[in-house]
């Protein structure tokens, strides 16, 4: 079993940053990809930032050039910079990785969510 731990979410003014991280373990053999996804009350969850095992990345628009996904060395690991933040950042972000627990077998795992509010 795979589990995802998020740390780093918080009150935040406009303008401000945060940095969000994600670790995996368990029974993981290898991870293809790791990402941040958010939901805000009364809205479906959407991907924010994604990246594959090869370092290639993916960026909902709202968020190019504010925020910035990067790896961690042991690639179990993934971070979020959030920069000039904006009161319609303000949602539980997810983390989410596809996730090979053996040498054929790939499943998708949720972390539990931290809140990220961004208000004055």
């Known amino acids: 079993q795979v589990q995802l731990v998020e740390s780093g979410g918080g009150l935040v003014q406009p303008g401000g940053s945060l940095r969000l991280s994600c670790a995996a373990s368990g029974s993981i053999f290898s991870i293809a990809a790791m990402g941040w996804y958010r939901q805000a009350p009364g809205k479906q969850r959407e991907l924010v930032a994604e990246i594959n095992s090869g370092g290639s990345t993916t960026y909902a628009d709202s968020v190019k050039g504010r925020f910035t996904i990067s790896r961690g060395n042991a690639k179990n690991s993934v971070y979020l910079q959030m920069n000039s933040l904006k009161p319609e950042d303000t949602a539980v972000y997810y983390c989410?990785?596809?996730?090979?627990?053996?040498?054929?077998?790939?499943?998708?795992?949720w972390g539990q969510g931290t809140q990220v509010t961004v208000s004055s």
């Open positions: 989410n990785a596809d996730v090979r627990t053996t040498i054929i077998l790939q499943n998708n795992y």
